[in-house]
């Protein structure tokens, strides 16, 4: 049973790489890619099941109604899905409830699962940090993810009834522990020839686990790209995060 | 509430770390100290809820069925246990709903974490390797871990329905690519100065997930041990495996 | 003083790279490119006083003899010099004095001091190995620069004196040790997703020395051509490996 | 041909680890070993040649000019030395030409190994970071070993003319790119149940290029003694830092 796939936004970076992604997986077949100047008609034309949106942050909610109103299910990796975009398109999904959206900021699975780890890991270590290691043209420190992983595990550490990590720095004129994000020390690294880089680091007495992902190349993406299209079309309604399409639970 | 705890093998390198560790942990209080010659009375006598039984094969079974028999809870950490042995247990539990007994052959969180990590990742990536690094004391190789760890990869890439991990050497003639365990290659590292540290690779198209234990010293079996025996007054009957008393879900 | 470079196998993956690396470069020009149609003439004409020559073996002899014949300098990444060849270069480069060849088997400046420091540093730790990771299209294990890195680690080790390395191991039924070159051991891994890296571990008593190259495409070799092109007009004769035009000695 | 030897300030935790060592080492033989209350001329009538002094910043000066004195050679680990104290004890070695003294700040022979690796790859890499991990007790950050590490880096850096890393940051309100000493960035991670670690990043356009020590323990500095005492009957005159003992150089 192949799933008959179309990518919209195919001529961009990420677009591009998609193409070749679904081209190559098995199971998939590609039978539509819509650039910047072509109709969503298409899509129609062309019996696609799931389509991949991979457009810019102003199209992609018309472009997801679209599909969602022609029955189509749809893996969107554009960003700009704000509260409000996101309660119309669940509302939408109401009306059509034969429809599915996954919404995925990040679909590098090593990074949506790291972040699961690091989650399941907190609340039995003492400590916790995190490094991350960027290319040197990146403008903001600590990157989103770094952030983003940070606060998941000073919740966790909340939740399981953890106090703050230990930490006997007296004297750091320089700020060498990092930033903090509730509570938990980030650290940034630009490094030229690396691309993204995470290493979240839990340590206890005699004890250390370790978690690092690394992401190369766009074409990082594209495994969580195949993995979401090949799970969508047994799932319904919105979902917001890979995570939700992976199996992150064993028997 | 303070959680009455014996320890049963105090007087042995894990014993004599277990008898600091709860010393030293908040909600638990040391209520006996049994070694090779104590009675196991003075168990009864202290008033202890959970013992901690790190003795050795040929006189566990004995101690835990002596401790269930008299309603105790009783946290494992001997080896020796084969499925005759876990049979008679498992029946004599039967006989006694009231107590509990966790067999765990590896007290390492850090350990016991990233096996299950690596069984929740490994249906993601094309690539799954196994590296252990261990002291020059060490007799055999791989090590246990590292063999249990390639299994656990193997049977979840199986289930997954994924094939044989991606490898074209067609020229190894210094077994360079190391053990093969159940499809999965293991390699041994052997260090002075090093003691138990284990490496899980995974890779596909653009991207690495890396999950590493280190274990220094027996020190390190400690935060295990006393997870578990404030985890075990809420449990009844048999668990083999540190992983079934630690909280590997996320809400 | 600007520096004028030709390119010889300029159409080829090195050679495109070397072109873009060149263009880039303070204090390079790039004069003429010389694909396989091209006569070696362009050089001559273009003025051209170093050639950065990357064809294939069977051209690289012919090439170099026509650039030392006219005086040029040539930084060589072409394989294929055996011991005969050097020497017929040898002595060609006495009768041109003027003239000065580099050939580099490996052009990643963090291999050849990865290299560099192993050998110094193999003298004062009891145990080293080496773990190299490729991709999973590599035909061939071990890697050629992990033997080369563990035949130098073992010949330093014999002229420190040192013995083999400690290892206990009595039972390795599957071959997780890996291969053994010279006593030391080395571990190939294959990885979807990697290039080339590889890991040389040292350890003592308490301590341990890693120490890490990765190299994740050609590119990685392009720093090296270009510190090859910018000291070459400062030599003469012949040298062979990279290590020899850079600077391994503090003040 | 032994070595015969003597501990100064044996009781100590390092002197403790000293006396194992050189009880152990090949070549050593250790014929006094001096606490508070002893008398340094046991040193003399066992008939040392070699003495280690591992006392403490007060007394240090007194007993190398014993030693020095008595025409023996002196391996210091005691800190203390300021730039008076060196001066007058360089004008007593010069009276005593026939006596040797290594004052070394650290003793770990991977540190130092590490430090130097650092130089000398600096001036090849675009990019060069330092992360270092140190235990939860410590009072001060960045470590004392990190903050040197990226001063050779950087004087390494400027003597190569090369200018400031590439870091295009604009924002980083939280500190995330922690310290900053002579341009080179270094973080600082403290993690329970680690003890002194140091990672020295250096990257480039396509390859990357790490070493990383890891301290475990005091017994980490032996070999760093021991190999001291067995070179110091080869040297006179006045030495400090661990470097100026090691080979440090290749053929």
Not at 115 to 135: C, K, Q, R
Not at 144 to 157: D, S, Y
């Amino acid at each position: 049973m192949t799933i008959r796939v179309a990518v919209i936004g195919a001529a961009g970076r990420m677009g591009s790489h998609a193409v070749e992604a679904i081209e190559a997986a098995e199971g998939l077949e590609l039978v539509a890619t819509v650039g910047r100047e072509d109709s969503l008609d298409t899509v129609l034309e062309a019996g696609a099941e799931v389509a991949v949106e991979l457009t810019v942050p102003k199209s992609t909610e018309d472009n997801v109604r679209f599909l969602v109103e022609h029955g189509l299910k749809a893996v969107v990796g554009t960003t700009g899905w704000d509260a409000e975009k996101l309660a119309r398109l669940e509302e939408l999904l109401t009306a059509h409830p034969e429809s599915a959206v996954l919404i995925a900021p990040n679909f590098s699975i090593g990074a949506v699962l790291a972040m699961h780890f690091a989650e399941l890991a907190a609340p039995y270590f003492d400590s916790a940090e995190v490094v991350e290691i960027h290319h040197t043209r990146k403008l903001d420190a600590p990157s989103g993810t770094a952030v983003h992983t940070a606060q998941k595990i000073a919740a966790a550490r909340t939740a399981a009834g953890l106090g703050a990590v230990p930490d006997n720095t007296e004297s750091d004129p320089l700020g060498g522990r990092g930033a903090v994000v509730d509570g938990i020390h980030v650290h940034s690294v630009r490094q030229a020839g690396m691309n993204a880089h995470e290493e979240i680091h839990f340590g206890s007495m005699g004890e250390a686990l370790t978690i690092r992902t690394d992401s190369w190349s766009t074409s990082a993406f594209m495994p969580g790209i195949v993995t979401a299209v090949k799970e969508i079309p047994h799932r319904t309604g919105l979902a917001v995060g890979l995570e939700n399409y992976l199996s992150l639970r064993t028997a």
